[in-house]
């Protein structure tokens, strides 16, 4: 079945350092792909989306390109802020027929400091 | 606009009581998610509706969990029997019909501890 790999369970960064955040899939289509974030006694929200080889998704300073070629959608911040923490996810959707669930990493816990 | 309404937020259960988790999805949408959130998971993609007919339970455990739609403006997960293993944040997400951007709008979440 389709499966999302988060590399980093928890990434520590102090404000103004650059963020990455890898994430690889395995989908037996051309999915859809998706970066979720998640605040505190929240649910989680889309941050954006691509579903394209080499279409870059942005959001916030946030971005990530799709890259089919290494099955990845890493994603990147040049300069993190303190409420820039959360829980990111990355997810896909095959959309294959009409199902369209999505299917998730297990989440990335990042944590900036001032 | 009202998001996805979850109640209730916070369930303290003993073991083998049953449990019911209520949802209300964004007005209009037609579409129903759940997924269980654990920190050692993540999420867990758990069933489906559409229209509220079933379109995949494939991640429900299939003993003692079942969901319904009956109508379009409300959703339960019921968990029959439960384990401390099912301790974790159930949540519930709605999107809209055909669209399948995955734009998913989530509830806060029903946290079930299982003592």
């Known amino acids: 079945g389709d499966s999302v790999t988060q590399t980093e369970g928890q990434v520590a960064l102090s404000e103004e350092d650059f963020l990455t955040i890898h994430c690889n899939y395995s989908a037996s289509g051309y999915p859809t792909l998706f970066w979720y974030v998640q605040y505190p006694g929240e649910g989680p929200q889309l941050l954006f989306r691509a579903s394209r080889d080499k279409e870059k998704g942005s959001s916030r300073g946030f971005e990530a390109t799709y890259d089919k070629g290494t099955t990845s959608f890493h994603l990147r911040k040049a300069s993190v802020q303190e409420s820039d923490s959360a829980v990111y996810y990355c997810a896909l959707s095959d959309g294959g027929g009409s199902n369209y669930k999505l299917t998730f990493g297990k989440g990335t816990l990042l944590t900036v400091t001032p | 606009n009202a998001g996805v309404i979850q109640t209730p937020r916070h369930k303290v259960t003993g073991k083998g009581q049953e449990a019911t988790l209520w949802c209300e999805p964004i007005?209009?949408?037609?579409?129903v998610f759940w997924y269980r959130q654990t920190i050692v998971q993540g999420l867990e993609f758990l069933t489906y509706f559409r229209n509220q007919a079933p379109i995949d339970d494939s991640g429900m455990p299939k003993e003692r969990f079942s969901a319904q739609m009956p109508n379009q403006s409300h959703s339960t997960l019921k968990i029959q029997s439960t384990q401390p293993q099912d301790s974790a944040v159930y949540l519930c997400?709605?999107?809209?019909?055909?669209?399948?951007?995955?734009?998913?709008?989530f509830g806060e979440g029903s946290k079930l501890t299982v003592l």
């Open positions: 997400a709605s999107s809209r019909q055909g669209a399948n951007t995955g734009q998913l709008y």
């Open positions: 007005s209009g949408h037609s579409a």
